[in-house]
């Protein structure tokens, strides 16, 4: 039997009491479990609406409520509750459809027949006290019998966790993960140390964690309270992409997110670097950088590995490069531009190549001279990219398998490390690195870990583009460090010429508006003026649904990818999701993950990496498949197919429409760009440009003309605290390595 907190704050009234069957859940919140449903209450000849913070509750369920009447103007009568119990079920029915309500994973609506047909009224007590019985059921065998009696103990023990958190105020939302987590010890735990949830949980942030620490009697001014924030400012930081944080601005963040005096967070400071879990480096300015540990380790020791790379010569190699140019243009009938040879010049020897340039300038036939050149010389050459797509597509150009960074590496999930590494080195003389604005300062110190100090490293990336979504700067700073070759393509080839995407991404580089095709011309590049958000979000639908596929015969789910600055608002990636969900794929299978609803062929995207399942932040798929007997959905990523467990599901989104920070690395046939003063705050220039280059064969802009010109003009970016850049300069002594998780 599993008891409700009692709830406060009800109308004063006659408290009474009802008891019934759950018919049904007809509304349940993600964020406070406040719910209605439907009973079956013995003397009522209709269904009773029953509202209030029901944890959990399954169809089937027998539950004795406390609460009194009220009439709603719009609803009628309900049942207000403030508390509950479960009771067993009181019928074969009941319980009947209490097994086969999805409550435990394995049993469905079959099953559970079969269970109540040969138990009976005993069902639930075999399941819960006679386990080894359930063979006796026809089609449960030893193994499936274990997985019902491990999800009923599960079932169980979720139910037990968001009992604990919501009668501290807390969303039950994460009572699942919290348990996957921490198991049987979920709610110890959390009584210990409510801000591990922090850290430990996707979803739950530290001001969920501070309330339940509030509860549990931890005090606003407690050490442990004031590390944790610290931590958690640190963190935040690293999440706008600062590898340190200036000490007088982590303070003042503190003080602000905590609201305490000062002195405690210096303490808090002081003590964490006395634990080592943070890393406090004196600076010149006077300002200390803390780091988080794992960022300092990264950093630090990624300025040592490439001064030890730079220090180390290269195997031999006989070439006349001038020759083998003109044998490669000559092979591919093909005139290379002065800077593409040059770099190719540097990539016979240089330990450190930077290749940086825009769409159009031919980093793609640099790389494949790189490639097929130092490949005649017998040069063991590894490509790679961060993300799946990037990776497909490098393989796609070179004809050359090219993999993720981490399939790289050899991520392993049972250490939760990389296989690859300073005592199991790549074996290669020559690593590509494709889009390397996207590595940040962790993913690049896994990977120079895992190089011989024989090898060559070639960068190619847009220096110009946004920066990698975690922490750092690691192109920039290598540019600007001045110890790697670089070089910078500049020269627009005449494949590119024609196309109004490739110079109007140059065009917005450069601070200028972009040119608009004349009326009725066959261009690549469109701008919808529209000023009112709602007519630009119709308008946003009616070229997906209608117009882009009937003129350039484009897919509107595969082929066509609307990026937004922003999460929320009328013009937000969630928002515009939901309207092209319901336009594109409004009817089928479907599973609701709180406010979110997936159905068999909805565009979704993996939001974290998933080592487990081997997905990754950024992968784009299709729901396959739901089995809500198994609680499970089937997802297809790049024709492979991916069993996500329900709750597994908060990692996924739909992505109809993306943020332009989760486009970097992709390019889609097509993409809409909605452009309105509504993302006053985002409107960038280097945001516009990694939007526009992220388009293959069709971009069309639509918005205002004074939103477009704002984007344009402001090329102010938030500079990242990094001292990368000094390091390999030898500004800083800090050294050293460790293990770092990726």
Same mark, same amino acid.
């Given at each position: 039997?599993?008891?409700?907190?009692?709830?406060?704050?009800?109308?004063? &009234?006659?408290?009474?009491?009802?008891?019934?069957?759950?018919?049904?859940?007809?509304?349940?919140?993600?964020?406070?479990?406040?719910?209605?449903?439907?009973?079956?209450?013995?003397?009522?000849?209709?269904?009773?609406?029953?509202?209030?913070?029901?944890?959990?509750?399954?169809?089937?369920?027998?539950?004795? +409520?406390?609460?009194?009447?009220? =009439?709603?103007?719009?609803?009628?009568?309900?049942?207000?509750?403030?508390?509950?119990?479960?009771?067993?079920?009181?019928?074969?029915?009941?319980?009947?459809?209490?097994?086969?309500?999805?409550?435990?994973?394995?049993?469905?609506?079959? #099953?559970?027949?079969?269970?109540?047909?040969?138990?009976?009224?005993?069902?639930?007590?075999?399941?819960?006290?006679?386990?080894?019985?359930?063979?006796?059921? %026809?089609?449960?065998?030893?193994?499936?019998?274990?997985?019902?009696? =491990?999800?009923?103990?599960?079932?169980?023990?979720?139910?037990?966790?968001?009992?604990?958190?919501?009668?501290?105020?807390?969303?039950? *939302?994460?009572?699942?993960?919290?348990?996957?987590?921490?198991?049987?010890?979920?709610?110890?735990?959390?009584?210990?140390?409510?801000?591990?949830?922090?850290?430990?949980?996707?979803?739950?942030?530290?001001?969920?964690?501070?309330?339940?620490?509030?509860?549990?009697?931890?005090?606003? =001014?407690?050490?442990?309270?004031?590390?944790?924030?610290?931590?958690?400012?640190?963190?935040?930081?690293?999440?706008?992409?600062?590898?340190?944080?200036?000490?007088?601005?982590?303070?003042?963040?503190?003080?602000?997110?905590?609201?305490?005096?000062?002195?405690?967070?210096?303490?808090?400071?002081?003590?964490?670097?006395?634990?080592?879990?943070?890393?406090?480096?004196?600076?010149?300015?006077?300002?200390?950088?803390?780091?988080?540990?794992? +960022?300092?380790?990264?950093?630090?020791?990624?300025?040592?590995?490439?001064?030890? +790379?730079?220090?180390?010569?290269?195997?031999?190699?006989?070439?006349?490069?001038?020759?083998?140019?003109?044998?490669?243009?000559?092979?591919?009938?093909?005139?290379?531009?002065?800077?593409?040879?040059?770099?190719?010049?540097?990539?016979?020897?240089?330990?450190?190549?930077?290749?940086?340039?825009? !769409?159009?300038?031919?980093?793609?036939?640099?790389?494949?001279?790189?490639?097929?050149?130092? %490949?005649?010389?017998?040069?063991?050459?590894?490509?790679?990219?961060?993300?799946?797509?990037?990776?497909?597509?490098?393989?796609?150009?070179?004809?050359?398998?090219?993999?993720?960074?981490?399939?790289?590496?050899?991520?392993?999930?049972?250490?939760?490390?990389?296989?690859?590494?300073?005592?199991?080195?790549?074996?290669?003389?020559?690593?590509?690195?494709?889009?390397?604005?996207?590595?940040?300062?962790?993913?690049?110190?896994?990977?120079?870990?895992?190089?011989?100090?024989?090898?060559? +490293?070639?960068?190619?990336?847009?220096?110009?583009?946004?920066?990698?979504?975690?922490?750092?700067?690691?192109?920039?700073?290598?540019?600007?460090?001045? @110890?790697?070759?670089?070089?910078?393509?500049?020269?627009?080839?005449?494949?590119?010429?024609?196309?109004?995407?490739?110079?109007? *991404?140059?065009?917005?580089?450069?601070?200028? #508006?972009?040119?608009?095709?004349?009326?009725?011309?066959?261009?690549?590049?469109?701008?919808? %003026?529209?000023?009112?958000?709602?007519?630009? *979000?119709?308008?946003?639908?009616?070229?997906?649904?209608?117009?882009?596929?009937?003129?350039?015969?484009?897919?509107?789910?595969?082929?066509?990818? @609307?990026?937004? !600055? #922003?999460?929320?608002?009328?013009?937000?990636?969630?928002?515009?999701?939901?309207?092209?969900?319901?336009?594109?794929?409004?009817?089928?299978?479907?599973?609701?993950?709180?406010?979110?609803?997936?159905?068999?062929?909805?565009?979704?995207?993996?939001?974290?990496?998933?080592?487990?399942?081997?997905?990754?932040?950024?992968?784009?798929?299709?729901?396959?498949?739901?089995?809500?007997?198994?609680?499970?959905?089937?997802?297809?990523?790049?024709?492979?197919?991916?069993?996500?467990?329900? &709750?597994?599901?908060?990692?996924?989104?739909?992505?109809?429409?993306?943020?332009?920070?989760?486009?970097?690395?992709?390019?889609?046939?097509?993409?809409?760009?909605?452009?309105?003063?509504?993302?006053?705050?985002?409107?960038?220039?280097?945001?516009?440009?990694? *939007?526009?280059?992220?388009?293959?064969?069709?971009?069309?802009?639509?918005?205002?003309?004074?939103?477009?010109?704002?984007?344009?003009?402001?090329?102010?970016?938030?500079?990242?605290?990094?001292?990368?850049?000094?390091?390999?300069?030898?500004?800083?002594?800090?050294?050293?390595?460790?293990?770092?998780? !990726?």
């Amino acid at each position: 039997m599993v008891r409700a907190p009692a709830l406060t704050n009800r109308p004063a &009234s006659v408290v009474t009491s009802i008891e019934g069957v759950l018919e049904r859940v007809t509304f349940a919140s993600e964020e406070n479990a406040w719910s209605v449903v439907k009973l079956v209450v013995a003397g009522k000849a209709d269904l009773v609406t029953a509202v209030g913070n029901l944890l959990g509750v399954q169809p089937g369920e027998s539950l004795r +409520l406390s609460g009194h009447w009220t =009439t709603d103007k719009k609803y009628g009568e309900q049942f207000k509750v403030d508390s509950y119990i479960t009771v067993k079920p009181a019928t074969l029915v009941g319980i009947e459809k209490y097994l086969g309500s999805g409550l435990v994973r394995g049993v469905g609506k079959v #099953m559970a027949e079969r269970l109540v047909g040969h138990f009976g009224m005993e069902t639930l007590e075999v399941i819960d006290q006679k386990p080894a019985r359930l063979t006796e059921v %026809e089609g449960i065998g030893p193994v499936r019998s274990e997985r019902i009696t =491990t999800a009923w103990v599960e079932q169980r023990q979720i139910k037990d966790v968001m009992v604990f958190l919501q009668s501290h105020g807390v969303s039950t *939302a994460y009572a699942t993960r919290i348990y996957k987590q921490y198991r049987d010890r979920s709610i110890a735990v959390v009584r210990e140390n409510p801000y591990r949830l922090a850290i430990d949980i996707l979803g739950i942030g530290f001001k969920s964690a501070d309330k339940i620490a509030s509860q549990l009697g931890i005090g606003p =001014t407690s050490p442990q309270r004031a590390e944790a924030g610290v931590l958690h400012v640190l963190g935040t930081l690293s999440d706008e992409g600062h590898v340190y944080v200036p000490r007088p601005r982590l303070l003042s963040a503190a003080v602000e997110v905590l609201a305490i005096d000062a002195p405690i967070i210096e303490k808090a400071i002081g003590d964490l670097a006395a634990a080592e879990r943070v890393v406090i480096e004196p600076q010149p300015s006077g300002d200390d950088a803390v780091y988080l540990k794992s +960022l300092h380790t990264a950093e630090a020791a990624s300025a040592g590995r490439i001064r030890l +790379l730079l220090g180390t010569e290269s195997r031999p190699i006989r070439i006349d490069i001038e020759r083998a140019i003109t044998w490669f243009e000559e092979q591919q009938d093909i005139q290379l531009a002065d800077e593409q040879k040059e770099a190719i010049r540097k990539a016979a020897t240089s330990k450190l190549l930077v290749v940086t340039g825009g !769409p159009g300038t031919g980093k793609t036939t640099l790389v494949n001279g790189i490639i097929r050149i130092l %490949e005649k010389k017998g040069r063991r050459i590894l490509l790679a990219a961060p993300t799946g797509r990037a990776a497909k597509r490098m393989t796609e150009t070179t004809g050359r398998e090219a993999r993720t960074i981490h399939r790289l590496l050899e991520f392993n999930p049972k250490k939760f490390g990389f296989d690859r590494d300073a005592g199991n080195p790549l074996e290669a003389d020559v690593v590509i690195l494709d889009e390397a604005s996207m590595i940040d300062t962790v993913l690049a110190y896994n990977v120079l870990k895992a190089l011989p100090f024989h090898c060559q +490293l070639v960068l190619v990336g847009d220096i110009d583009q946004l920066p990698s979504v975690g922490p750092g700067s690691v192109l920039g700073d290598i540019i600007r460090s001045g @110890v790697a070759d670089v070089v910078r393509l500049r020269h627009i080839f005449r494949q590119g010429t024609g196309s109004l995407i490739v110079s109007n *991404a140059h065009r917005v580089n450069e601070g200028l #508006m972009p040119e608009l095709p004349h009326e009725g011309s066959n261009a690549d590049f469109f701008f919808i %003026e529209k000023n009112e958000p709602e007519e630009i *979000a119709a308008t946003l639908k009616a070229l997906v649904r209608q117009h882009i596929p009937q003129k350039f015969g484009l897919d509107p789910v595969d082929d066509i990818q @609307v990026l937004t !600055p #922003m999460q929320r608002g009328l013009l937000g990636v969630a928002s515009v999701n939901a309207e092209l969900q319901a336009l594109l794929n409004p009817t089928g299978d479907t599973i609701v993950r709180g406010s979110r609803t997936f159905r068999i062929g909805d565009k979704v995207m993996q939001v974290r990496n998933n080592y487990d399942l081997a997905v990754f932040n950024g992968d784009i798929g299709r729901v396959r498949a739901i089995e809500p007997v198994e609680q499970e959905v089937k997802v297809e990523f790049d024709g492979k197919a991916v069993t996500y467990d329900y &709750s597994d599901l908060d990692d996924l989104v739909l992505a109809y429409a993306c943020s332009i920070h989760k486009s970097q690395g992709s390019e889609y046939p097509c993409v809409v760009i909605p452009v309105h003063t509504q993302h006053y705050m985002m409107l960038q220039r280097n945001l516009l440009y990694t *939007a526009i280059t992220r388009g293959k064969r069709l971009v069309v802009l639509v918005g205002s003309k004074r939103a477009l010109a704002l984007a344009v003009k402001n090329n102010a970016t938030e500079e990242r605290c990094t001292l990368l850049a000094e390091r390999l300069r030898g500004g800083s002594s800090h050294s050293g390595e460790g293990e770092v998780m !990726p």
